[in-house]
């Protein structure tokens, strides 16, 4: 499946099931997602008192924090496939400068 393809399927299935709402609340159901994958993560290090032991879990918070993120990207008519294409490229040019981070910008 596409990344086009993956936003067409969420699109309808918002749709169909009257999941739609502003990109605000969007953006706020993301933010609480990724608060329960970083919590996955604290219970898959014992609190970071061990090295993170993976569950499965984990597969089913990151589905949640992706579907989320699709609907951001699908309330503002973002073209995912096109941001990442954009990105790969920006994270190259900071590699060839010596290190993904902003600072090789």
Same mark, same amino acid.
Request: net charge negative; charged share 40%.
């Given at each position: 499946?596409?990344?086009?393809?993956?936003?067409? #399927?969420?699109?309808?299935? &918002?749709?169909?099931? %009257?999941?739609? &709402?502003?990109?605000?609340?969007?953006?706020? =159901?993301?933010?609480? !997602?990724?608060? !329960?994958? $970083?919590?996955?993560?604290?219970?898959?290090?014992?609190?970071? /008192?061990? #090295?993170?032991?993976?569950?499965? *879990?984990? /597969? &089913? *918070? @990151?589905? =949640?924090?992706?579907? &989320?993120? +699709?609907?951001i990207? %699908?309330? @503002? %008519?973002? =073209?995912?496939?096109? +941001?990442? =294409? /954009?990105?790969? $490229?920006?994270?190259?040019k900071? @590699?060839?400068?010596?290190? $993904?981070?902003?600072? %090789?910008?």
């Amino acid at each position: 499946m596409t990344i086009q393809e993956l936003q067409k #399927r969420i699109k309808e299935f &918002s749709k169909e099931h %009257n999941l739609d &709402s502003a990109p605000e609340y969007k953006i706020l =159901d993301a933010i609480s !997602e990724l608060g !329960e994958v $970083a919590k996955e993560m604290l219970k898959m290090t014992d609190y970071g /008192k061990k #090295r993170a032991e993976f569950k499965d *879990e984990m /597969k &089913s *918070e @990151l589905g =949640d924090l992706l579907y &989320s993120v +699709v609907t951001i990207a %699908n309330s @503002l %008519n973002v =073209d995912l496939e096109e +941001v990442i =294409d /954009k990105v790969l $490229a920006k994270y190259e040019k900071r @590699l060839e400068k010596g290190g $993904a981070g902003s600072e %090789n910008e």
